[in-house]
């Protein structure tokens, strides 16, 4: 089975930087997801990532370890409107088909 | 340029019915997935479209079915619904895979009483 491990809240103030961490135990890998949800919104796309190392798209940065199944997204700047959901997803096959599996999200307080 | 369109945007069934949920991708894209968000259990893929053939599925009972037309306008399918099935259906299209830039639409939510 396929395991994807988030903190269930953070708390952080505005202005501030923030690490959410993602680890995994899953059969196979093929790449890992962040997006971003709103209450009550849509998922947002943040990133994909499949190589190990750090991927930086303005203020949020997400890194990859494959060998220590670890993920982590880090938002800097830290504004209100990061007040959010966030949700890892680890792609990896499942018969014959590549499928993501969702974290149960990550739920980030942005104070002033 | 226009977003990801789902229709209907809310729909009420009762158990037994069967449902179909349309999902309209951004122009020029050719994968469509499809999601199911419940409280209980989360964010949870159902499959993915490319060019009218399904590539990828998750893991699901045969009642889910989907297709994708020419046009990369997506359906989905739930046959003989159960009280279970009550969601948030989402669709995200991107140009060629999922792994690429994906937009959600705004979702269907389905409630079966």
């Known amino acids: 089975g396929q395991n994807i491990d988030q903190p269930t809240e953070m708390t952080a103030t505005e202005g501030a930087i923030v690490q959410i961490n993602c680890t995994y135990q899953?059969?196979?890998?093929?790449?890992l997801f962040w997006y971003q949800q709103h209450a009550g919104e849509a998922p947002t796309f943040l990133s994909y990532n499949v190589l190990d190392g750090l991927e930086e798209k303005g203020r949020f940065s997400s890194f990859l370890s494959r060998s220590k199944g670890y993920s982590y997204l880090l938002l800097k700047e830290l504004q209100m409107k990061d007040s959010a959901s966030y949700l890892c997803a680890v792609r990896a096959p499942s018969g014959g088909s590549y499928i993501p599996t969702f974290g149960r999200g990550t739920s980030l307080i942005v104070h002033p | 340029k226009a977003g990801v369109t789902q229709t209907p945007r809310y729909l009420i069934k009762t158990r037994g019915q069967q449902v179909t949920l349309s999902c309209s991708p951004i122009?020029?894209?050719?994968?469509v997935s499809w999601y199911q968000q419940t409280p209980g259990q989360g964010l949870q893929f159902l499959f993915e479209?490319?060019?009218?053939?399904?590539?990828n599925k998750g893991n699901f009972p045969g009642r889910f079915s989907g297709r994708q037309f020419s046009n990369s306008r997506s359906e989905m399918n739930v046959s003989t619904l159960e009280l279970g099935d009550s969601a948030l259906y989402l669709c995200?299209?991107?140009?060629?895979?999922?792994?690429?830039?994906?937009?959600f639409g705004p979702g269907t939510r389905l409630l079966v009483l």
């Open positions: 899953t059969s196979g890998f093929n790449g």
């Open positions: 122009s020029g894209h050719r994968s």
């Open positions: 995200a299209s991107s140009l060629q895979d999922m792994q690429e830039t994906q937009y």
């Open positions: 479209y490319f060019s009218e053939t399904q590539r």
